[in-house]
């Protein structure tokens, strides 16, 4: 139990259906209700995940798996223009808790269910083959108010989004795994062939403008407003891909992976066939573990993934690609019980999605990512580890030729500290666990919008507490944000506040 009036139960229980153990259960539950930071919003979660394992030989396994979930609540509606947020206003700012959509008609019902099994089978030569399987389905009805824009006064502007949809997916996925020895290299081969389809239908209105503008700061809500008629689509999207790879360790001294994929992937929109590609993706990976636990590594790596859809123009989305290098080492040094990271990375993206005045996501140019990472994670005594980590990342985002604007939402900096003490002793302490932690993240922008303004940086404390009421039970408090700072963590168009502090307590039994 929790902030914002949340209450959790949630249990995760296994046995044996026979003496052996060759025949398992496993179910796994959970119950959650909880309001959202601003006042009306609140979800009510149910999930219930039952699974069956079958040790048919001791070289042939099944399992199967199923999961059920439902949300029933009121969303938050957290997008909020940038005058009463980043900007001052003669009326101070907007309330963080104050909900400028309409509650009382805003509502979001999911359920999601799923089913699958995954089979394995080992021969004697060694090689294994296995098949997993999976379907699911997503129904959905949500209903969101939000404002836009303002009239630099005190009226928001707002519209609203609405679908009402269902959405089939499934995925086949058959691969075979061989170990083998050549000389001082030792490797494990896999090839593989998967298939993935997935249907969406309903109707969506993604920009309803029907709803009455709306004080900033003394709303008064007016949920009888009409819905347009909302806008079918019809969406499909299939991915055939072949795959092979190989992980390769010589002699302890050198990791090699190499892999290749290839894939052809289908995308129809409203019955129209948006694109039909074949595209090779590839990914090497070479890491040297050098004397006094030095581990230097690069990498290389390309992505895809279909994405289907289009724009408020009409424009049909392309599927995404990405390109990534890596450098970097590892230090494992024998003087402290710890572990250093150092990289460099550069990643280029295409086809990344955009956010657009219209509430639907638009696809511009590339998109780059270019910094470095350090991460040091060290256990000073028995009782005393501390984990420290930084980012620095230069990220641009081409929207059009000749415009390259400072990618909105990602901040140049980020830097984080934590640091925890566990009591260890024959008193009443033994056990005990405190942690403290601190998060920074530096300043960003949105110049394709708000060119020339600044979103502040914030730094966050958060801390725990962790203590073994007795052998089986244990307690659990969590506190994020502990001073309650308000900030806007972001702004895409639309700006964002961060969340408010949050404060749960957990009491766990096992048995």
């Given at each position: ?382 009782n005393l580890a501390t984990q420290f980590a930084y980012t620095h990342n230069d990220s641009d985002q081409v929207l059009s030729v000749g415009n390259t604007v400072r990618t909105p939402l990602i901040p140049n900096d980020q830097f984080s500290a934590k640091v925890s003490y566990q009591f260890i002793g024959d008193t009443i302490l033994n056990g005990l666990k405190l942690g403290a932690g601190v998060r920074y993240v530096g300043s960003s922008t949105d110049e394709q919008w708000y060119p020339g303004v600044k979103i502040d940086s914030y730094t966050l404390v958060d801390a725990m507490l962790s203590y073994p009421l007795a052998e089986q039970f244990n307690l659990q408090i969590n506190a994020t944000n502990l001073g309650d700072e308000e900030y806007v963590s972001g702004c895409s168009f639309y700006c964002y506040y961060g969340e408010s502090r949050s404060v749960d307590m957990r009491v766990t039994y096992q048995w």
């Amino acid at each position: 139990m929790g902030s914002n009036d949340k209450l959790e139960f949630g249990g995760d229980y296994s046995g044996f259906f026979t003496d052996d153990g060759d025949v398992r259960y496993r179910m796994v539950g959970l119950f959650r209700q909880a309001d959202g930071q601003q006042d009306g919003s609140t979800m009510d979660h149910y999930y219930v995940a039952p699974s069956f394992a079958w040790d048919i030989t001791d070289r042939t396994h099944f399992t199967l798996l199923s999961s059920f979930l439902k949300k029933d609540g009121v969303p938050t509606s957290g997008f909020l223009p940038l005058y009463g947020t980043v900007l001052d206003t003669p009326y101070g700012k907007i309330n963080p808790k104050t909900h400028l959509g309409e509650p009382d008609r805003d509502h979001t019902k999911l359920e999601q269910y799923s089913v699958g099994y995954e089979f394995s089978h080992e021969f004697e030569n060694g090689l294994t083959a296995s098949q997993n399987f999976r379907w699911g389905r997503l129904d959905i009805d949500q209903l969101s108010t939000f404002v836009y824009g303002s009239d630099n006064d005190r009226l928001g502007n707002r519209g609203y989004s609405y679908t009402n949809g269902t959405s089939d997916t499934y995925s086949v996925d058959n691969r075979v795994l061989k170990e083998f020895n050549f000389g001082v290299a030792s490797n494990t081969v896999m090839a593989g062939i998967d298939y993935q389809h997935n249907k969406t239908d309903g109707v969506n209105t993604g920009f309803g403008t029907t709803v009455s503008s709306i004080d900033l700061f003394n709303p008064v809500h007016s949920p009888d407003f009409i819905l347009e008629t909302a806008d079918p689509y019809n969406l499909k999207t299939e991915q055939l891909g072949f795959y092979l790879s190989n992980q390769m360790n010589i002699n302890d001294m050198f990791d090699i992976n190499l892999n290749v994929r290839q894939n052809q992937a289908e995308s129809t929109v409203d019955g129209t066939k948006a694109y039909d590609v074949d595209h090779t993706t590839y990914g090497a990976g070479l890491m040297y573990h050098a004397p006094l636990g030095i581990s230097p590594y690069l990498s290389y790596s390309t992505s895809f993934k279909p994405t289907t859809g289009k724009d408020a123009s009409g424009r049909f989305y392309e599927p995404y690609e990405g390109e990534q290098f890596e450098v970097g080492v590892k230090y494992e040094p024998e003087w402290i019980d710890g572990l250093f990271t150092l990289a460099y990375f550069d990643l280029t993206e295409k086809n990344a999605l955009v956010s657009d005045s219209s509430n639907v996501q638009v696809q511009a140019g590339e998109r780059t990512n270019k910094g470095v990472e350090l991460q040091a994670d060290l256990n000073l005594t028995d009782n005393l580890a501390t984990q420290f980590a930084y980012t620095h990342n230069d990220s641009d985002q081409v929207l059009s030729v000749g415009n390259t604007v400072r990618t909105p939402l990602i901040p140049n900096d980020q830097f984080s500290a934590k640091v925890s003490y566990q009591f260890i002793g024959d008193t009443i302490l033994n056990g005990l666990k405190l942690g403290a932690g601190v998060r920074y993240v530096g300043s960003s922008t949105d110049e394709q919008w708000y060119p020339g303004v600044k979103i502040d940086s914030y730094t966050l404390v958060d801390a725990m507490l962790s203590y073994p009421l007795a052998e089986q039970f244990n307690l659990q408090i969590n506190a994020t944000n502990l001073g309650d700072e308000e900030y806007v963590s972001g702004c895409s168009f639309y700006c964002y506040y961060g969340e408010s502090r949050s404060v749960d307590m957990r009491v766990t039994y096992q048995w």
